[in-house]
């Protein structure tokens, strides 16, 4: 088993800034592939980033050049940093881990996070 508690949700205005984080705990972190998804009110949940143990990162394009994904292996933490944040923006955001990043982003990963609010302001 693998427990993922997101942190750093929030309100900011249209344009901010908002770095989300990801601890994770149980098996080998190295091991998986993490991600973030995110629901806004009456959609579905969407794939937002997945990155690969040793960095590789792919975006859906509606974060391409915005947001970026990463993480720090030896403190079981990934990161959401999201820029140039607009009202589009504003959702619940679900911390993700799979066996490979495929499963990501094809929606299917193995463990979830509780999710964090974030609310973007115009």
């Known amino acids: 088993q693998v427990q993922l508690v997101e942190s750093g949700g929030g309100l900011v205005q249209a344009g901010g800034s908002l770095r989300l984080s990801c601890a994770a705990s149980?098996?080998?972190?190295?091991?998986?592939?993490m991600g973030w998804f995110r629901q806004a009110p009456g959609k579905e949940r969407e794939f937002v980033a997945a990155?690969?143990?040793?960095?590789?990162?792919t975006y859906a394009d509606s974060v391409k050049g915005r947001f970026t994904i990463s993480r720090d292996n030896a403190k079981s933490t990934q990161y959401l940093q999201m820029n140039s944040l607009k009202p589009e923006d504003t959702a619940v955001y679900y911390c993700?881990?799979?066996?490979?990043?495929?499963?990501?982003?094809?929606?299917?990963?193995?463990?979830w996070g509780q999710g964090t609010q974030v609310t973007v302001s115009s």
């Open positions: 993700s881990a799979g066996s490979s990043t495929s499963t990501l982003v094809a929606g299917n990963p193995d463990y």
């Open positions: 149980g098996r080998t972190f190295r091991n998986y592939g």
């Open positions: 990155i690969t143990w040793s960095g590789g990162a």
